[in-house]
């Protein structure tokens, strides 16, 4: 696939895309991330109310979906800086309560940018967020706010985000890749948001999301986590909160 000579299209234009654009999700995230009752709840709206928010990078000979993106408008009253600690679940209910209620929104917030696993590292990443910018800016709105999950912060589970997020490179610039494509593109870090999204399950169940065995209660290290997960045998109930990072972009 030559990424050269992708186009864009946002799902307003292109409907088509939206089943590509879920497969290419459940094929792009560790199981257990499919799993939030709140996202599982709402998710629905982000196609059935925002279509013009959300795009795809297509191959034009193969009319391959390459890479996805979704955002959501919302209304924000308050300073940037003091965006809630819920992250990407809290702007996606947050999203869903002000279109019922008719608010005009006056932010938008990325939920998630998909890229086909065999063109990773290819730079789409940062195309994807360029995109996302231009479609805030098109529908008039000053900033897009983005709750990042750090890419490498799988392979740092146990060290504490708040200082893994306080890494950095020679140059400056943040040690995770993730959070490094967006400040080149601009954006600044508000704070971190500590429960972005929330998890729970029988321990049966994040058995089958992992494809490990919980035999005691305890925290546990789980491919693909931020952070650990809490098992509690006594109670058959596994919980992740996956904390994380609230920046802004000004559009």
Known sequence: MNTNKLAFHTFDQRPDLIDPAENLA??????????????DEHFHAIYDHFKDYQFGLVDPTSDKLAAFGNCVPLCWDGPLEQLPGGGV?????????DHA?????????????VIEPDLRGSGLAGMMV???IKIVRDHGISHLVAPLRPNLKPLYPL?????????TRPDGLAFDP??????????????VCECSMYISGTVAEWEWWTGMAFPDSGRYVIPGALVPISIDRQANRGEYIEPNLWCVHDC
Request: charged share 20%.
């Open 159 to 167: 060290m504490p985000f708040e200082r893994y997020v306080q890494w």
């Open 89 to 97: 679940e809290w702007a996606l209910k947050k999203s869903v309560e």
């Open 178 to 191: 993730w959070i490094r494509i967006h400040q080149r593109l601009g954006a600044r870090v508000i704070a």
């Open 130 to 132: 360029e995109q996302m």
């Open 26 to 39: 459940s094929r792009g995230w560790p199981e257990f991330l499919l799993h939030s009752p709140l996202i």
């Open 101 to 113: 209620a008719g608010r005009t929104p006056n932010l938008v917030s990325a939920f998630q940018i």
